[in-house]
């Protein structure tokens, strides 16, 4: 994804994270009232598949599977009525975190893997 600085305020999954991580420290009673963040991310689904430019920003279209209108409807953002889903900030906050947590569980495991490997290699 870019560098640019479009993107990174205003797409990214990592500063949507931090975001709704300092929300939930301000506002931790509202987060299953506001519902921001899943348009948020739809945008970005939209983006990664179709492509798009903003001033300097360009991201080209990937066209691929896993961000497929046709191949996943919800991706179109409307339910039944024409309407955006009501998906609740606090949800979408709780399901990066999960994410966010694998990958550190990642991280951690092949830390240690590395680090035993290591040791092992110096015997």
Known sequence: MPADEIYTENYSVGKLFEQLREDKQR??????????????????FRLVYGGGSHGRMR???????????????????RDAHGEV???PDGTIFE?????????????A????TWSRSAAYMKQ
């Open 85 to 87: 889903p009501h998906v």
């Open 95 to 107: 399901v990066l975190q999960r994410l966010l947590m694998v990958d550190e569980e990642r991280r």
């Open 27 to 44: 506002y931790p009673e509202q987060m299953s009232r506001r519902y921001g963040a899943w348009s948020r991310l739809l945008a970005l």
């Open 59 to 77: 991201i080209p279209a990937r066209h691929g599977y896993l961000f497929d209108p046709a191949r996943y409807p919800f991706l179109t953002a």
């Open 109 to 112: 495991t092949a830390l240690w």
